[in-house]
């Protein structure tokens, strides 16, 4: 069964810092790859994903897969208090539903 | 953006009753999962459901759990009977699927409590 996990748990970063959170997975015949950001008492929203090896960027944020190490990032240029977040990392393998990892708590501090 | 509405927000029960979930998906969605959450932990798939019918369920989707989408209105997740170990939030989602878009889009949730 697929594993998925996430670090670091928590994250406390100050305004206009780079943030870079992982996610590893164990499958490496997974398909697709995402980040979604939930806020306090709303739905998961998606932010950013990738199917194949390599790097995108929208806007401030840039996701990083590598498959050979069964690992991708999140990274957030600029980061701003709006950003603080659980940010959840989601891989797809080879079935038909996305598996989610335990999260990582951010919190951006002015 | 697109919204995935889920009702009712909060349901509380007794152990042994029937309880039926209900999320009212983006409209030119094609596929919809439920996923549970039992507080601080992860998020959990259960099921998924495309053209009628399920796609694929995990070992959480016990018997006693059922999912449809009559005449395309509201897809919902039956349970019943419910069992303590059912408490949860549980997530409702859609995504246009195919390797073009497979974003989810999620519901905020309806925090099952059976008591």
């Known amino acids: 069964q697929q594993k998925v996990q996430q670090s670091p748990e928590s994250l406390i970063v100050p305004e206009g810092a780079m943030t870079s959170l992982n996610c590893t997975f164990s499958?490496?015949?997974?398909?697709?790859f995402a980040w979604y950001r939930q806020h306090s008492g709303k739905a998961p929203k998606a932010l950013m994903s990738i199917f194949s090896n390599g790097e995108k960027e929208e806007g401030r944020f840039t996701i990083h897969l590598n498959k050979a190490s069964l690992h991708f990032s999140l990274h957030i240029r600029d980061s701003q208090p709006s950003d603080s977040a659980l940010y959840l990392c989601a891989v797809r393998g080879s079935g038909t539903y996305q598996r989610f990892g335990t999260g990582t708590k951010l919190q951006v501090v002015p | 953006g697109p919204k995935v509405l889920q009702i009712p927000s909060h349901q509380i029960i007794d152990m042994g009753q029937m309880v039926t979930l209900n999320c009212d998906p983006v409209?030119?969605?094609?596929?919809f999962y439920w996923y549970k959450q039992i507080l601080g932990q992860q998020m959990e798939f259960l099921v998924n459901f495309y053209n009628g019918k399920v796609m694929e369920k995990s070992k959480l989707f016990k018997d006693q759990f059922s999912v449809e989408r009559p005449d395309g209105s509201y897809f919902t997740l039956k349970i019943q009977p419910t069992a303590l170990e059912d408490s949860a939030v549980y997530f409702c989602a859609s995504s246009l699927g195919g390797r073009g878009d497979e974003r989810l889009f999620f519901g905020h949730g309806t925090k099952l409590s059976v008591l």
């Open positions: 409209s030119n969605h094609l596929y």
């Open positions: 499958d490496s015949a997974s398909q697709y």
